[in-house]
């Protein structure tokens, strides 16, 4: 799997967007990065997933640069809510894949 | 959408006994379902994948004797920490794949062994 550097930590306003960046210079043409959250003492959640073209749902957009070795998950706008650690994950497509989390971000949501 | 109902959420044992913890997936068939663990302010690690019918995969350092995975239905896997001892206190996390796209994840087991 290629591997993913996120920042440690972030701070965002309520009412903000949240930019959560993330590097994945190794990514293969096949891998998609998916983006997940995990609020404190829960599961993992989906936020959003995508291989090269922008993707938008109801929780998130994310932004891959045309190169494919970054991208940017943002939250508009954030909420106390999203108070959680977000991970970025690089991943081929299938189920016998597991997901392989590193460190992720801490987002602090303040109001 | 597809859900993995885990139980239980919260267990504590005392040092020695054996835990259980299942994982249910409900309205949908999980053939696959890997199980994590994670320790305080730590990211998950994956500790082993289940398929249905078959042995448990596990990585490298879990030990398979202490950590036994049961995937038995498509339904249902269940993961027992045999002779509990206070480092296994962690928080344990299952997880399946879904057709489409992603996984689902439990609501997690907090396991304090005392």
């Known amino acids: 799997d290629a591997k993913t550097t996120q920042p440690p930590s972030m701070d965002c306003a309520e009412g903000r967007a949240a930019n959560l960046p993330c590097n994945h210079s190794?990514?293969?043409?096949?891998?998609?990065v998916y983006w997940y959250r995990q609020i404190h003492s829960q599961g993992p959640q989906y936020i959003i997933h995508?291989?090269?073209n922008n993707e938008t749902n109801e929780m998130a957009s994310l932004i891959i640069t045309e190169d494919r070795k970054s991208s940017t998950m943002i939250l508009p706008p954030a909420t106390l809510r999203d108070t959680a650690v977000y991970y970025c994950?690089?991943?081929?497509?299938?189920?016998?894949?597991?997901?392989?989390f590193g460190k992720g971000t801490s987002l602090l949501v303040t109001p | 959408g597809a859900v993995v109902s885990q139980h239980p959420s919260w267990v504590i044992c005392k040092s020695g006994t054996s835990v259980k913890i299942e994982c249910r997936s409900l309205d949908f068939q999980a053939t696959t379902m890997f199980w994590y663990r994670q320790f305080p302010k730590q990211s998950l690690m994956l500790m082993a994948t289940s398929n249905e019918g078959s042995k448990a995969t596990y990585e490298q350092g879990v030990e398979k004797d202490k950590f036994l995975i049961n995937h038995a239905s498509l339904t249902l896997s269940t993961l027992t920490v045999t002779s509990a001892h206070p480092e296994d206190s962690s928080f344990y996390i299952c997880?399946?794949?879904?057709?489409?796209?992603?996984?689902?994840f439990g609501s997690g087991t907090r396991l304090t062994v005392v």
């Open positions: 997880s399946a794949p879904l057709r489409d796209y992603g996984y689902t």
């Open positions: 190794t990514i293969s043409g096949n891998e998609y």
């Open positions: 994950i690089v991943r081929v497509e299938g189920p016998g894949y597991a997901l392989n």
């Open positions: 995508g291989l090269k």
